[in-house]
């Protein structure tokens, strides 16, 4: 089943904030409410526009962020060695 616009718009919504760079799925899916399979389509949908951290929180979920938000914020640094393992820190 394809995501629906508005469902990919309630995601890049969600992540859209200034409070916090990193959110995991379950962190994204109240924001946005829907369910966490939706948003699981949804970032699967706009790759190109989220990225996920190499890095994880302590029970091992992935963090997601805006691109557009990451490129603004992380180091320089962090974008090279990203770039080269192909993921970002």
Do not use: C, H
């Not at 970032?43 to 996920?52: A, D, F």
């Not at 992935?62 to 914020?73: M, P, T």
């Amino acid at each position: 089943m394809a995501t629906a616009q508005a469902e990919i718009n309630a995601v890049i919504e969600a992540l859209n904030d200034n409070s916090k760079d990193w959110y995991t799925i379950r962190q994204i899916a109240e924001r946005a409410g829907l369910p966490v399979d939706t948003v699981l389509a949804a970032i699967e949908t706009e790759r190109g526009k989220l990225v996920r951290s190499a890095n994880k929180t302590k029970s091992g979920e992935n963090l997601y962020s805006l691109r557009d938000i990451y490129e603004k914020k992380a180091p320089f640094y962090k974008k090279v060695l990203g770039s080269l393992k192909n993921r970002v820190d």
